[in-house]
């Protein structure tokens, strides 16, 4: 137990929010999972904490098993304000995202539900399966304005949990009916399965499909997003999606210091091979909840990188963890994110990436006829 806490307190964790035991019977337990740990949420009345008594061993404890729940919201496009992102509406189709991403900004947001944003977050997730219905009603409204929507922009809409789901198929089902377009982000393979409706789409100036390659190495892809497709999936996915004219866009996001900032050049190279045309990046975020869960994966799993990464993290928020202010989130600041930016830049500028940018279009939205409704002569 000591061990445990003195690893974390080197880190700045606090044991008793994070709770203390046996570091390998916690990994065990963890096993397949990005987080190691299981933090109380911030709106909590009391935290919680992991030990052993002594009459049943950590180690025989099950390993965590994802759990669905379903939830019935009243609306399904979420609206945002932020003047440094390219929508102003979202939708997410899930709470919650079993590719269990350790460095995932959106984890804090698992503690509105009464849950823990470490484990919890990637092991009990919430769908929403009237999601298309809603949408339907959302863009019927006689006041809408269509605006592009982004698809999955908090949690993964192609996590594994829509092979069986299919929320966000239906979804883009509606979005197809209405001509409305549509922004997708995503780091599964899994969304080649809906070319057919993309395509199509994709002919009207209606779809773009952003897929997010964090690294080229397979081994340190498992170790940081354990349930996403691998590197090599998610190229071909960039090469299935440009060949059935679907504009393809890769994001190296994030870009974590001394981690993954060697493979920039690389993975913009292999993507524009396989036919994007875009790109973009971010660094790494690390709001609430998350600073923690990163911090003790990094400590699990390159603890003699830990303290060189979180230095240069610190480099590029102004000396701080995280760094919410907007217009700097996305790049961080300083000679370090300078330097990264410059060389995105650069090697974007020698692959003819980001030579022009697919503009989605509103002009083809239209409300089908609804029942009851007269149809027009015109």
């Known amino acids: 137990m000591s061990t445990l806490i003195d690893k974390r307190q080197a880190l700045g964790l606090d044991p008793a929010i994070l709770g203390a035991g046996r570091y390998t019977a916690l990994d065990a337990q963890a096993r397949g999972r990005g987080a190691k740990i299981n933090l109380s949420g911030r709106f909590e009345a009391f935290s919680r904490s ?5 009459w049943q061993g950590l180690e025989d404890l099950p390993p965590f098993k994802t759990q669905v729940f379903e939830e019935t919201p009243k609306t399904i496009i979420a609206r945002n304000e932020s003047p440094d992102i390219s929508f102003d509406r979202s939708i997410n189709p899930y709470r919650g995202c079993e590719h269990g ?46 605006r592009t929507i982004a698809l999955g922009a908090n949690t993964d809409a192609y996590q594994p949990i829509e092979r069986e789901r299919r929320i966000t198929r239906r979804i883009l089902e509606v979005l197809s009916e209405f001509n409305h377009p549509v922004g997708i982000v995503t780091k599964s393979a899994l969304v080649t399965r809906d070319i057919d409706i993309l395509g199509p789409m ?43 004219g679907i504009p393809t866009v890769v994001m190296v996001a994030p870009i974590i210091p001394a981690v993954n900032d060697a493979e920039i ?21 690390l709001p609430l909840e998350s600073r923690d869960v990163f911090k003790d994966w990094l400590q699990a799993t390159m603890p003699e990188r830990a303290a060189k990464v979180m230095s240069l993290v610190k480099s590029v928020r102004n000396g701080k963890e995280n760094d919410s202010t907007f217009g700097r989130r996305q790049t961080g600041t300083g ?3 300078w330097s990264i930016g410059r ?3 650069l090697s974007c500028q020698r692959l003819n990436l980001n030579l022009s940018k697919v503009k989605l279009s509103t002009e083809l939205f239209r409300r089908p006829p609804q029942p009851g409704e007269q149809l027009t002569l015109l």
């Open 202 to 244: 994709a002919s009207k100036g209606l779809v773009k499909v952003a897929l997010s390659v964090t690294t080229l190495d397979a081994k340190l892809s498992r170790a940081m997003e354990p349930r996403a497709s691998t590197p090599a999936k998610r190229l071909e996915a960039i090469e299935q999606l440009s060949a059935a």
């Open 335 to 337: 000679p370090y994110a």
């Open 265 to 285: 050049e690389a993975i913009l190279k292999v993507a524009q091979t396989a036919g994007a045309r875009e790109a973009g990046y971010v660094m790494l975020r």
């Open 50 to 54: 992991l030990f052993d008594d002594g």
């Open 101 to 146: 991403c350790s460095y995932c900004y959106a984890r804090p947001a698992h503690a509105y539900m009464g849950l823990w944003p470490g484990l919890d977050f990637e092991s009990k997730l919430f769908a929403k399966p009237n999601a298309a219905e809603l949408l339907r009603a959302e863009l019927s409204a006689k006041n809408y304005q269509p």
């Open 343 to 345: 060389r995105f830049e």
